[in-house]
């Protein structure tokens, strides 16, 4: 008996993204904010800081930064996003880019403020991220540069100096090195004035722009170089800067943390859509091609932007999707991605690189070792042909059998809860090792930490995925897991396709955010498979 209700949920869910997907690929104009990653309050606030501090050219645009604090504003404060309780670092901040709009002169110190609210809690994600690099009294890192150095390196990122970071930058992921540099400027700016150190900063500052005039594209770190820039008299240098912000200001008034994740919602309506869907299998592979680094590596938005492996992974994937594509255009990537994987089989997100995008070469990885990544880079190179047997597939596979916990999941790096990559990584597993231990310790898990149809986020994106992996390692689609699980789904859908938001994406300092298209399509993918598995079975 045919599921009318999924069908209809799954169809809804389908046409959200497509519509999604043709905004951002300019088959249609634009692309409204609901298609985007979701605005929050801190990166508004820092906009607006930094825009107050550009001039009273943007005063139109910090006003409507302002309308948006006011409407996402609680009764005790600002949450890190618009749904979430009240938090002081949230909150303070907030009051800084509101104060700042509504006395302009007062800026210069309101920037001193903000960013010592984010140094204050930076560090515990750089310790998340990148295990061994934050400065730690006694960690082998630290003790390895302080022989090198001759000298005693401060243990926090708040105390950090100029000449601190001449010493550590190298060993920094990319994308850190001009947000360290940004935030101790500024710091050091009030200490010593615009010292012969400052300025040489400053200076080192600017080469880290990207050519779109931002910095890694990304609305946190931008805001927080104009403002670096403001202090130490390079303003004019950040017009570019100011405008790039202007231009990645939402609708509704808000900034979101970073400018977008196109690359990955593209790729992945390819791989999920594209095989039923000739023209948005076309269009993505264009709008992909377009994207790519000279190197074969993808960032996370077009038309170039800085390495991230995990947009490269499923970059690649998406463009595999098509089966008239030039393979040169897929060797290269997967060169790449054979050629940065670590040395005990897994994969991380930011490669070390030279040159700027797209003129840019991937030199070595960053050992920010990755579960969701890793995944994605099997994925990619098993769709391409690379044999199951191959050496960096098998070594890869030994690693996240390593890293599975003792209740049976894997962390994930980019996303709140279990659930995402405990799905992901069993997705891979269910194929490349089914009915190992691992594999049944995963699903049991997934089985038992559903409650009332959802998972640990109560998000659309991790069901999704849950009932997919559940799926495909052969729970019936009767079912009560997968029944419970469907009618949750329905039970979040919005009128116009899409999910209500859980904001379980992490991206640092605690600002977590929503991607609609990826959580959508994880939705309709698990729907899909159900709806598919259920016509194989016939009637219960």
């Not at 890190?80 to 104060?99: M, Q, R, S, V």
């Not at 050519?211 to 008299?233: F, K």
């Not at 255009?329 to 670590?342: A, F, H, P, V």
């Amino acid at each position: 008996m045919p599921d009318q209700l999924t069908e209809a949920a799954l169809a809804n869910a389908r046409e959200f993204v497509r519509e999604g997907i043709a905004h951002i690929t300019g088959q249609q104009a634009g692309c409204p904010s609901r298609f985007l990653v979701s605005s929050a309050p801190v990166p508004t606030a820092l906009a607006m800081l930094a825009l107050t501090a550009s001039g009273p050219v943007y005063t139109a645009n910090i006003a409507q930064g302002q309308s948006y604090l006011l409407s996402t504003q609680h009764e005790d404060g600002w949450g890190n996003t618009p749904a979430e309780p009240n938090c002081e670092l949230a909150t303070a901040i907030c009051h800084k880019g509101l104060a700042a709009a509504e006395s302009p002169s007062t800026v210069n110190g309101l920037i001193y403020d903000a960013a010592y609210l984010i140094a204050r809690t930076w560090t515990q994600d750089f310790d998340r991220l990148a295990p061994g690099w934050l400065p730690k009294q006694g960690s082998a890192l630290i003790k390895f540069l302080e022989a090198f150095t001759g000298k005693q390196l401060v243990p926090s990122l708040e105390n950090l100096g100029l000449k601190d970071l001449a010493s550590i930058s190298h060993f920094m992921p990319p994308y850190g090195r001009p947000t360290i540099l940004a935030v101790t400027l500024i710091k050091e700016f009030y200490r010593q004035g615009l010292s012969r150190e400052v300025a040489r900063a400053s200076g080192e500052l600017l080469e880290w722009i990207s050519p779109n005039g931002s910095w890694c594209e990304d609305i946190v770190v931008t805001s927080l170089a104009i403002m670096a820039l403001h202090l130490t008299g390079n303003a004019t240098a950040a017009v570019n800067a100011a405008a790039w912000l202007c231009a990645s200001q939402y609708d509704n008034g808000g900034w979101p943390s970073f400018n977008q994740l196109t690359n990955w919602s593209v790729a992945w309506a390819a791989v999920i859509l594209g095989p039923q869907d000739h023209n948005l299998r076309q269009a993505a592979t264009a709008f992909l091609q377009a994207a790519a680094n000279q190197d074969g590596s993808f960032g996370t938005a077009a038309p170039h932007s800085y390495p991230d492996l995990d947009d490269t992974a499923i970059s690649l994937l998406g463009l595999a999707q098509n089966p008239k594509l030039n393979s040169t255009t897929l060797d290269k990537t997967s060169r790449l991605l054979l050629k940065l994987q670590n040395w005990d089989g897994s994969w991380g997100t930011f490669p070390s690189f030279t040159g700027t995008p797209p003129e840019c070469t991937c030199d070595f990885p960053v050992y920010i070792k990755s579960e969701d990544v890793t995944v994605h880079v099997i994925q990619a190179l098993l769709q391409i042909g690379l044999p199951k047997a191959n050496p960096a597939i098998t070594k890869a596979v030994t690693w996240l059998v390593k890293r599975q916990q003792p209740d049976g999941t894997w962390n994930s790096t980019w996303f709140l809860g279990k659930t995402y990559a405990t799905a992901q990584v069993l997705d891979t597993l269910v194929e490349l090792i089914p009915d190992s231990a691992p594999v049944q310790k995963g699903v049991a898990f997934l089985r038992a930490k559903q409650c009332d149809g959802h998972w640990d986020m109560r998000s659309a994106g991790e069901a999704g995925l849950a009932l997919y992996t559940l799926l495909k390692a052969g729970e019936p689609p009767h079912s009560a897991t997968i029944q419970s699980g469907l009618r949750y789904l329905r039970s979040i859908q919005k009128t116009d396709g899409s999910f209500y938001p859980s904001y379980s994406g992490f991206y640092a300092s605690r600002l977590y955010y929503e991607e609609p298209l990826s959580e959508a399509m994880a939705a309709l993918r698990a729907m899909a498979k159900y709806l598919d598995m259920l016509d194989a079975s016939g009637p219960n």
